[in-house]
């Protein structure tokens, strides 16, 4: 008995220790009512920049069901710094599944997907604060259905590629 404790707390541990990403700064989620996404929802996230003097990758995440009737999804996202101007504001097309296959990109098991696109990378914050990203679906449906969560993740930049 005593063993099968000590395991479950080394396989806790080990999974604990695992999952923590020390490059993360922020991530963050929003799940979606009824797995559509309206014109109308706008999700906004806000997240603490500290260290003006890193760099950071900013990334939009998506879930998506494989019913999901388009390959791929334009998103169009809005910067603004602690003094309420806007930063940035560009449209991503987002490749959801091969356009040539139909088959799913992103990681994921039965009829969901995850995928994380790297949206504004290498991102330098002049001034320590609150920033706030909004995300709006720029497809020609007004109501996306099989879209069942959007996100952010905010990660300190890697070491340049030589």
Known sequence: MRKLIH???VLGL?????ACDPNRVFEKNTDLDNNRWAVQVKPAFEFEIADTT???????????TLSYGY?????????????????SQLLHQMLLMNP?????QGSGTGDLFDHQFLALPNQHFRHP?????????YMRQ???????SVGIRV???GEPKK
């Open 7 to 9: 395991l479950w707390l």
């Open 14 to 18: 080990t999974l604990g220790l695992a």
């Open 54 to 64: 890193q760099r950071y990758d900013i990334y939009i995440n998506i879930r998506n």
């Open 71 to 87: 390959y791929n999804l334009y998103v169009k996202h809005t910067l603004t710094g602690p003094d309420n101007k806007r930063i």
């Open 100 to 104: 040539q296959t139909g088959e799913p």
């Open 129 to 137: 604060g609150t920033y706030k990203i909004v995300l709006e679906q």
């Open 142 to 148: 007004d109501q996306l259905p099989d879209i069942m």
């Open 155 to 157: 990660a300190k930049a």
